[in-house]
């Protein structure tokens, strides 16, 4: 069985991370009804974690098996991608510290 190139697969994590961040903040206005947001991204991090099951195949295991690893990680913690938790949890960081302060101004 062929596996994927490490440059295709990198380009389908880049796009399930991007897909994830698109439909948490479309969420938050909104556009989507809030049943849905859980599933959608249940699922978008499933598919992270099979694209980097895939990932063990290909030449560059060693750094396969870290993203494995993180993204894990990250499932566990936040219900995200790696790549779209750089984007979410410093984002939620911002509200919970301006709301732990917001009775002081």
Do not use: D, H, Q
Request: hydrophobic fraction near 60%.
């Amino acid at each position: 069985m062929r596996f994927p190139s490490s440059r295709v697969l990198v380009a389908i994590v880049i796009l399930l991370s991007l897909l994830l961040v698109v439909i948490m903040e479309s969420a938050g206005l909104g556009a989507f009804p809030l049943p849905w947001v859980r599933p959608i991204t249940r699922t978008l991090c499933a598919a992270n974690l099979i694209v980097a099951l895939v990932g063990l195949g290909s030449p560059r295991s060693a750094a396969w098996i870290n993203y494995l690893l993180l993204s894990i990680a990250t499932y566990i913690l936040a219900s995200a991608t790696p790549i779209a938790a750089l984007w979410i949890i410093p984002k939620n960081m911002f509200f919970a510290v301006t709301y732990a302060f917001s009775s002081l101004w």
